[in-house]
């Protein structure tokens, strides 16, 4: 392997693993012929980068404004990126194979979309408890490993705009739940295992592989203060195998595009709204300052009064007053219009 490649190898394996974000893409495959090894892993990088940018505007924007987005292919994307790893990387004399994953400026991203009238979403859902359910001509089948499951696992479940938490499938996981308590969407179990995974809401998703060239696809969502099903159906000359990665990513955008119905924000103008903040105690109130701060839709936040127990605040931020809330709440906020004004305070933890 040639030295400079190997260099570039260890600099990117040194980089620290990237935090969840829509900003950041995972697992991009590059495969790319160039007249020397050198040569292919820039063009990789480049082109690289550049699918992973376009995955971060889809993440950022509603299917139906798509055609919208600006061609990537005319920008300086090498300009966008923060940081990129390398990982299963491959060389030989004129061919380079890696995967990267991608983490890009947020406020230079954000930027191409300012002025496109476009909805924007750019904070997450609370991550949702993935259950995925096979049954073939060999039964059920959840805990262990499967193909249904290992094609979930190919996904960036962590930094889609709803992502996603896998189970251990463990002794414990066995112990709470059998696959058919899933499919039938039993509360209390569902409910242990959301505890077990600090998660609010489960998604079971069933796949039906008992035909050759059918899959069927049935998403149980299960949230705390909502339910839905999804179901799909794909056919074709493929082993399920193969419709499995087709299937995990059309239901990954379906999800993605509920979060974005609610959460995505049109307009950049600013609007002010005064809250009380309520606390018990110093850490909490700083809590409280420190999450409206981290949020993407607050612009400027400002003390108008204080006491030992409470706070009066001026908020300015973007979107309306229900994403606001939609946005805080992720961060383990609550806000409410009371008979006195609006109140804002932290969610009480789930108990375990």
Known sequence: MNRLVVLFSLICAATPALAASVFNVERVFVDTQAPSAIEAREIAVRDGQRE???????????????????????????????????????TATNRYIAELSVQFKADEVLGLLRGQNIAVTTSQNR??????????????????????????????LENNPAPLVTPLGDLDDTIIATPEDILIGSPEKLDQLNRRYGTQASIVAH??????????????????????????????DLPHEEMATRATGEILRL???????????????INEIRVR????????????????????????????????????LDIAYIGSV???????????????????????????????
């Not at 203060?225 to 794909?234: F, K, L, N, W």
């Not at 999800?255 to 103008?269: F, H, I, M, N, T």
């Not at 219009?337 to 932290?346: A, C, H, P, V």
């Open 52 to 90: 992973a940018l376009t995955i971060v505007l889809q993440r950022l924007t509603p299917e139906i404004s798509w055609p919208q987005l600006p061609d990537t292919s005319a920008l300086a994307v090498e300009n966008l990126v923060e940081g990129f790893q390398v990982s299963k990387e491959k």
């Open 277 to 312: 903040a309520n606390y018990g105690a110093l850490a909490t109130w700083t809590a409280i300052r420190k999450t409206l701060g981290a949020s993407d839709l607050v612009q400027e936040l400002s003390v108008i009064e204080m006491s030992v127990d409470y706070a009066y």
């Open 127 to 156: 991550p949702a408890l993935l259950l995925a359910v096979l049954e073939d001509t060999q039964g059920l089948q959840l805990w262990g490993e499967h193909w249904w499951e290992a094609a979930w696992k190919q996904e960036d």
């Open 322 to 352: 229900s994403q606001l809330a939609a946005n805080l709440e992720q961060a383990g906020l609550q806000i409410n219009e009371t008979m006195n004004g609006w109140q804002i305070s932290k969610l009480m933890e789930p108990q375990s």
């Open 255 to 269: 999800l993605s595009e509920r979060w974005k119905q609610s959460a995505g924000v049109v307009s950049d103008q």
């Open 207 to 236: 796949a039906l592989a008992d035909i050759d060239g059918q899959l069927g696809v049935t998403v149980y969502i299960f949230g705390a203060e909502e339910s839905d099903v999804i179901v799909r159906t794909y056919r074709g």
